[in-house]
């Protein structure tokens, strides 16, 4: 925050160069040995302390890798807050509960999938706990948690639960009688006793199977791990299959199979009952957030024992990890997979590796394969954007998120600069629109003041919105200012030549490659290059391609449109050059009736 606070008073030209050196010092995700050293990368810091890392990297095998990661430093003002479904029971996509916090004012800058869920209810294996409030039980799970002191994590962890009888109602002799039990707002197995839901885990208790019901109304005091709750019994109900739970209240039930009739029994319509929660580990019941997890993967800086990872799920798959670095920044994993022309993931050493690399002391495995999701905010935007690929086509539902949450105020005045064109691959020498925007703090749209002023490392380039990047390949940065807002950013841009990139030639009318061997009389071919480096598709300006054709075949209109005039049977060629690439194709014409 002090080199923001500096810049406010500086002239432009410091402004430049301390953007220029925090950009500088800015490491890449350095993904390394797991998945490949990186031939693209690109690091967007879009709040103080908070960047947004696309990575591209090929394996041993010569697979094509795609990461997408969000870091954010010990200082930042986005901090982590574990959510749940806004019902528990049915889960929810990545969009769907970030529209649910957004529309409840949590100013959402980013989020990745967590923990592992049921096949039917989606509910999380493991624990959930959301600023403070405990809203599933930890179960057989691993926890990854965020305290006062940092992120930590803990091998499983039980979290007792007890319900005191204390009196209240005409049957006396129920005073003092209490039940523990470890479930709570989780689906109810045939064997398992006791369960607690409450209002959070759904409308109902989803349960299918015969069993009983005592339904409590919430009197007072939170759900926390420090904290009791006051209920009084509103119901008992000796039989049924799915319990209504209702607002504010809660559902103490239990399976048939599991005989456990005496509690039913020792519970009357008026009685006074209380909650409380038994946490054995300090650090879990200061917690403010916490969610299940899969293996620690590194531990102390070093790769831990595959021996005890999940074998399941150990092959590739496209996988979503958390870690730490020894500075406190904390990272947010996602890996795609089973695409092969975008990625193909990797297993869990891999995993592992990637991590460690990236300075993780210790990193902790998410739930993977379909589940992988990364939303950020992009600057201006009106919400956030997907940057993984779901490996289905679509977003899973899922369990539980990690949402990343700006504490900024929403000002709507103009602190961050940005360019729609952000980590943009540009073909040497193409002019491109800047598409500059601004965002306040919390990255929401801000008027872009009428001064910004874009400077190079080398140079001052001056108050244009449209720039030519050098006819060399090598990444590009521009730095971006506002003497009257104060307002500031960086735009990265990567040059690449044209001997450096995949070309083809298609027809934009259908998208697909033209077969320019034999083109019908009267034919319009609209000539387009598709111009790609290590997958990703490189921008290049409307004038770069040059087309030529021979006169007895048609000609090429101003739009690159190759028109077919000539007679049948007349044969001739097309070539098309971009910068010293050059192709030529021979064309014969034909009848459309033949």
């Known amino acids: 925050m002090l080199v923001y606070q500096m810049i406010k008073r500086l002239s432009t030209i410091i402004l430049s160069a301390l953007l220029l050196m925090s950009w500088l010092c800015v490491p890449s995700a350095a993904a390394g040995g797991g998945t490949g050293e990186a031939v693209y990368s690109n690091t967007s810091e879009l709040l103080p302390g908070y960047s947004f890392i696309n990575e591209v990297s090929y394996d041993a095998l010569g697979q094509r890798q795609e990461t997408s990661v969000l870091t954010v430093s010990a200082d930042s003002p986005v901090r982590p807050m574990c959510v749940t479904a806004p019902d528990i029971y049915s889960g929810a996509s990545i969009d769907e509960v970030i529209s649910y916090y957004m529309e409840r004012d949590v100013n959402v800058v980013g989020a990745v999938n967590a923990d592992f869920f049921g096949p039917v209810s989606k509910n999380p294996l493991g624990i959930a706990i959301e600023d403070g409030i405990f809203k599933s039980s930890p179960e057989d799970e691993n926890i990854l948690g965020f305290g006062p002191d940092g992120p930590f994590f803990l091998p499983k962890t039980q979290i007792t639960l007890t319900l005191t009888n204390i009196g209240g109602s005409f049957l006396a002799q129920n005073r003092g009688k209490s039940f523990t039990f470890t479930h709570f707002n989780k689906g109810r197995n045939d064997y398992g006793g006791l369960y607690l839901m409450n209002d959070q885990f759904g409308s109902s208790t989803h349960t299918v199977s015969e069993g009983w019901a005592v339904r409590l109304k919430r009197e007072s005091g939170k759900y926390g791990l420090r904290d009791a709750v006051s209920f009084t019994v509103v119901d008992v109900i000796p039989s049924g299959t799915d319990f209504v739970i209702g607002d504010n209240m809660a559902v103490l039930t239990s399976d048939k199979l599991s005989r456990r009739e005496d509690v039913l029994k020792s519970f009357t319509v008026g009685d006074k009952v209380l909650l409380t929660f038994q946490c054995s580990d300090l650090r879990l019941k200061r917690a403010t957030n916490a969610t299940g997890c899969g293996d620690l993967l590194v531990n102390n800086g070093q790769i831990t024992s595959s021996i005890l990872w999940d074998k399941d799920i150990y092959e590739s798959n496209p996988r979503t990890a958390f870690g730490v670095k020894a500075d406190g920044t904390m990272v947010f994993y996602t890996l795609d997979g089973r695409q092969k022309s975008r ?14 690399d990236m300075g993780c002391t210790f990193a902790v ?4 394969g379909g589940s992988t999701a990364l939303s950020y905010h992009r600057p201006a935007d009106a919400r956030t954007s997907l940057a993984t690929s779901p490996s289905f086509g679509y977003n899973r539902i899922c369990g539980s998120y990690i949402l990343l949450v700006s504490e900024a105020e929403n000002t709507g005045l103009p602190r961050h600069l940005a360019s729609g064109q952000e980590g943009r691959m540009v073909l040497a020498g193409s002019t491109i629109d ?4 601004a965002a306040d703090d919390t990255l929401s749209p801000a008027p872009l003041p009428e001064d910004v002023l874009i400077t190079s490392d080398t140079h001052r380039i001056g108050y244009v919105t449209r720039y030519t990047v050098p006819d060399a390949s090598g990444r590009e940065t521009l730095l ?8 500031s950013g960086l735009l990265h841009l990567h040059v690449i030549a044209p001997e450096e990139t995949t070309i083809m030639l298609i027809d934009a009318s259908t998208g697909r490659e033209p077969a320019l061997g034999y083109l019908d009389r009267g034919a319009e071919v609209v000539l387009c290059p ?20 021979s006169d007895s075949v048609g000609y090429i209109d101003e739009d690159n449109t190759l028109v077919v005039t000539g007679n049948p049977g007349v044969s001739g060629t097309l070539s098309f050059r971009l910068g010293n690439h050059y192709e030529e194709f021979t ?3 034909v009848s459309h009736y033949a």
């Not at 990625?343 to 460690?356: F, M, T, Y």
């Not at 800047?434 to 925007?437: D, K, Y």
């Not at 990703?536 to 770069?544: E, P, R």
């Open 343 to 356: 990625s193909v993931g990797c297993d869990l050493l891999a995993l592992a590796q990637d991590l460690k």
């Open 365 to 368: 495995n998410l739930d993977g």
């Open 434 to 437: 800047l598409n500059l925007v």
């Open 480 to 487: 971006l200012s506002s003497s009257s807002s104060g307002a």
């Open 530 to 549: 598709s111009i790609s480096y290590c997958g990703k598709s490189v921008f290049y300006s409307d004038d770069q391609p040059i087309f030529a054709v």
């Open 587 to 589: 064309v014969t014409v």
